[in-house]
Each structure stands twice: as structure tokens, then as C-alpha cells.
């Protein structure tokens, strides 16, 4: 079975364009969630969506945004990209909301932002 | 003061040498704790819960202490393998799978 799949795996940008990060879960899988890990940093959490709505919102700015689809994929925008959002973006599923149910992790999409 | 601290190392040992790291939470609420491992440029990946009794998986051992709030990872026997980045995990909320992650102790075994 295929695991957490992101897209695109690498990109540049320049400062106060916008990006739309892509992630399909584990089959099965109904929640996904975002991170952001900045290099020497643990990741940080941005959003959190179960069964297509939001469950979760981490300490970003409004411009950062995401959603779920029907199939369960998602999405996560980034409007008006600053030097610091340079980071690896993490795409997890999980079964369920349950506190035990194991996070599991895409490979990320390392963005650049020049 | 942040949530989840830890010891960021790096930490080099020999081959066979025995390495503990510690982790500290804030939230004394907090009832659910992993360890992860990240490879260089590699997603995380879980490592091992971690239970109040304390668990144990081959060469790693990791216990919890909640009256303290730390968690440790005692790591035996150290392969070259076992180089990497080792996140302390808590989960920040019961109703969502929020996963509140340290900064991340580096290991490097050396031959």
C-alpha cells in the first residue's frame, strides 16, 4: 500500500508569491494533518482536518490556510510567502483522532523562498 | 519557556556505548507521549510510545515520569544505525491528534 504522498517534493518561490502544497493520506486514512519544520527545529504544528473539516489550528498567520477534500487528500496554501517560510513541509495521516492512532509521514515538500 | 524541551546534543558515542536522552513537557495535562526518529532531510518516523510503566523494544527503553514531567529514551548497544534525530512527542490536545514535538536530539555513533 502506498504511503502519505506529497507534491511537489522540491520548490523554489520568491518572496509574495503563493504556494498550494498537495498530500494524499494512507488509504483509509480520514485525518491529515500540517507541519512546518524549519531547519534545526522540531516540526510545528499548522492545521489538523478530520473528515474535511478543521480540527485543529496551530499559532500561524492567516495565510496559511488549508482544506480537505471528499477523497481525503489536502491542500495547504501559503499567500504572500515571506523569507521564513522556508521550511520542510510534513504531510501526516492518521486513522483517527484518537490520541493513540500513530501519525504517519509523508517525505515533505522542501520549499525554498527567495 | 517552550512546551517540549530537549537536549539538542549532538551526541557521539562509540559503537556498543549506552545513551540516554531526556525530554521535559509543560503541560502537566499532557497524556500521551512519543518518541520519534528523523534521518537527515527524512520524514519522522515513530520510534516507540511511551507509558507510564515504561516500555521497552529490543535495545531501547523509554519511561515517563509524569510527578517530574519528563520522558526519557535509553538507547543499549549503540549501531551506527542509530544515528539520527530523536524527537520527544506529546500530543497537546485530547481532541485532536496535535502532536507537540522538541527540538530534537541529534546522535551520531561513531565506528
Known amino acids: ?114 | 519557556r517552550k512546551e517540549v524541551e530537549q537536549d539538542p546534543g549532538p551526541f557521539n558515542v562509540p559503537e556498543g556505548a549506552t545513551v540516554a536522552f531526556n525530554c521535559t513537557y509543560s503541560n502537566s495535562a499532557s497524556q500521551s507521549f512519543f518518541w520519534y526518529r528523523q534521518d537527515c532531510r527524512k520524514e519522522p518516523k515513530l520510534l516507540m510510545s511511551v507509558y507510564s510503566s515504561g516500555n521497552e523494544d529490543g535495545r531501547f527503553t523509554a519511561q515517563l515520569n509524569r510527578a517530574s514531567q519528563y520522558i526519557s529514551l535509553l538507547i543499549r548497544d549503540s549501531k551506527l544505525s542509530d544515528s539520527a534525530t530523536y524527537l520527544c512527542v506529546v500530543v497537546g490536545s485530547s481532541n485532536t491528534g496535535k502532536l507537540i514535538f522538541g527540538q530534537g536530539t541529534t546522535l551520531q555513533v561513531k565506528p
Open chain 1, 1 to 114: 500500500d502506498a504511503g502519505v504522498t506529497q507534491s511537489p517534493t522540491h520548490l523554489i518561490k520568491t518572496r509574495g508569491q503563493h504556494v498550494t502544497l498537495r498530500c494524499s493520506p494512507i488509504s483509509g486514512h480520514k485525518s491529515v494533518s500540517w507541519y512546518q519544520q524549519v531547519l534545526g527545529q522540531g516540526p510545528q504544528f499548522i492545521f489538523q482536518y478530520y473528515e474535511k473539516e478543521e480540527r485543529g489550528r496551530g499559532n500561524f498567520p492567516d495565510r496559511f490556510s488549508a482544506r480537505q477534500f471528499p477523497n481525503y487528500s489536502s491542500e495547504l496554501n501559503v499567500n504572500a510567502l515571506l523569507l521564513g517560510d522556508s521550511a520542510l513541509y510534513l504531510c501526516a495521516s492518521s486513522f483517527s483522532l484518537a490520541e493513540g492512532s500513530p501519525l504517519h509521514f509523508g517525505n515533505g515538500t522542501r520549499l525554498t523562498v527567495t
